[in-house]
């Protein structure tokens, strides 16, 4: 409790912290310290208050006696008094169940703490709770979770504060957890460290006899602005809308270097039934694996499998596939992803994706399991299209994000969908191999044109169901940045088309090479085998981000 109590009157970890002190708490606590800003010493004070029950009985509660949760508020909500928040902390404990129950039970000591807006600008405050109750025994805190969610939702009602949209459409994104990032840069400088320490000198300290300082900068120096898993259900998500199985899933996702771990059923090595993915590790340090759920809902390996047809031999081979990834082997069968595309079927899709947004028009905005499809696979498009040809995450890989939030909702579609989602999975296939095959940068804006239209369909369905975050978020994260892509894809090609001119002579020695000094007019992605390439290896540089996909003020952590 000392410690948790310690960050609250802190300074925080951007020196967001300001002017600390109790909105609500029991009787005891508010008549010391009522609004007084709090310094330290009054922070140990009041954490040595709160454990006294645990000390007193000598309970000990499996997996920690402190139990905490913050209270948020969007940057541009209302403004909440320090009175109204003391009243929406006593009615969530009481809610929760750590008060008295109306002189009942013993109940739990509490305190609520507010010290000013976080980085994002969100009104917020913390609740600490001991676990350990004043007469010894420990508050129940089971699905503690999801009752603090609906606790939330009731509050927010009653106190005629925003609700959230993504509760009312039934849909949920996990947020990002600073924590997640310091870990794997903590590995990340653990490895390099001993790594350097045995390539150089080896009577150097290790990691561990290193001053706290030392290892926190070494740690900073390997934080990245991308959050972990954001890498991975990009890659994840682009693998899967473009295969047609499950075999096919298993070796995109390793042709895009993620190391891919089969979850088997209980004494058996031919059924599976989840999947979890990491990034192959930078220093040799230990990979951090994430499940297809962690990544995103719409991940999850029954919703996936609920999206390829189901083959008399489909789940032999998948699991074949799956053994081979489990045991570092080559791939079993190579297909699809291997072969280059027909130039003709970018002029095909793009006609059959056409006719699927003019479908979509008959729609009813109150078919959510059908937007929710048609976004998940608008998804998968623009996170296929990404991988292929961005060296970095940019704007498709932006857009991608932004469509994957109204896919994930609580439960699996049911029903059959109402318009032609192979257009979409074809479509997914065919970008994945943009670097590859088709027509260049011209085929490129044609199927961009079409994908406009329907990001454009999305946003308007939003828009009447009501959902005006979520259309803001469409229209400034997805319809923008694909036409800033399909500027630049116009731009490059108007500029291969002058040099061409300026200089008839030039020639090539085949179509693909062609293509490929098209995309490296806009500084896509070189496909592997291009003609041209240089037999020396490659520099390798640490790689920069053009997106930062940080919490904003509705999502993450904090709301």
């Known amino acids: 409790m000392s410690g948790l109590m310690a960050y609250l009157v802190g300074p925080g970890r951007s020196n967001e912290h300001e002017e600390p002190h109790l909105v609500a708490g029991d009787n005891s606590l508010m008549a010391w310290y009522d609004d007084a800003e709090l310094s330290r010493e ?32 969007r940057a541009d909500e209302r403004e909440v008094t320090d009175a109204e928040w003391g009243q929406i902390a006593e009615e969530f404990v009481r809610e929760m169940g750590f008060d008295d129950h109306e002189g009942t039970k013993a109940p739990c000591r509490w305190v609520a703490i507010r010290h000013g807006v976080s980085t994002n600008g969100n009104d917020h405050i913390h609740i600490a709770v001991n676990l350990v109750c004043e007469d010894g025994t420990k508050a129940p805190i089971h699905n503690d979770y999801y009752r603090a969610q609906q606790v939330a939702r009731a509050l927010e009602t009653k106190h005629g504060l925003e609700e959230l949209e993504s509760m009312r459409q039934e849909r949920a994104t996990r947020g990002y957890d600073p924590a997640e990032r310091e870990a794997q840069a903590r590995s990340r400088a653990r490895a390099r460290h001993e790594r350097e320490r045995t390539n150089g000198d080896p009577k ?21 602005t991308d959050q972990p898993r954001y890498l991975l259900s990009l890659r994840v998500r682009g693998a899967a809308a473009a295969s047609q199985d499950e075999g096919e899933f298993v070796r995109r996702m390793r042709r895009v270097g993620l190391l891919v771990r089969p979850r088997f059923a209980d004494g058996r090595t031919d059924v599976v039934t989840g999947y979890s993915v990491a990034a192959r590790p930078t220093y040799g340090e230990r990979p951090i694996w994430y499940g297809g759920g962690q990544l995103g809902r719409d991940l999850t390996l029954p919703r996936l499998r609920a999206e390829w047809p189901d083959t008399p031999t ?81 704007h498709l890989a932006v857009a991608a994000e932004a469509l994957s939030r109204s896919a994930q909702t609580y439960r699996r579609p049911e029903r059959e969908p109402k318009v032609n989602m192979q257009a979409l999975a074809g479509t997914a296939t065919l970008v994945a191999a943009a670097a590859r095959g088709g027509q260049g940068i011209v085929a490129q804006t044609a199927m961009m044109r079409q994908m406009l239209r329907l990001t454009g369909a999305l946003c308007d369905a939003a828009e009447a169901q009501g959902q005006l975050k979520l259309t803001q978020r469409l229209e400034s994260d997805t319809r923008k940045r694909i036409e800033t892509f399909g500027a630049r894809l116009q731009a490059g090609a108007k500029k291969a088309q002058a040099e061409t001119q ?22 896509q992605a070189h496909p592997p085998g291009d003609a041209g390439r240089s037999p020396l290896p490659n520099t390798l540089e640490q790689p920069t981000r053009t997106h930062e996909p940080t919490p904003q003020a509705d999502t993450g952590v904090e709301r």
């Open 502 to 523: 300026e200089s008839p002579a030039r020639t090539f020695a085949s179509e693909k090479a062609r293509i490929a000094y098209e995309h490296a007019q806009i500084g």
């Open 314 to 394: 489909g789940a032999s081979d998948a699991a074949k596939e799956w053994e081979a990834a489990y045991r570092g082997r080559r791939a079993v069968s190579p297909g699809r992803e291997t072969l280059e595309i027909d130039p003709e079927m970018w002029e095909r899709q793009s006609k059959e994706l056409a006719e699927t947004v003019e479908r979509l028009q008959r729609v009813p905005v109150e078919d959510r399991e059908t937007w929710a499809r048609v976004s998940r696979h608008a998804a998968g498009v623009m996170s296929a299209w990404s991988n292929a040809t961005e060296k970095t995450p940019g």
């Open 204 to 224: 150097s300290p290790g990691w561990e006899a290193l001053s706290g300082d030392d290892r926190r900068t070494k740690i900073a120096a390997e934080l990245r």
């Open 42 to 73: 009054s922070a140990m004070q009041i954490a040595h208050y709160l454990d006294q029950p645990r000390q007193v009985y000598e309970t000990e509660v499996n997996g920690g006696h402190v139990w905490h949760a913050s209270l948020s508020l």
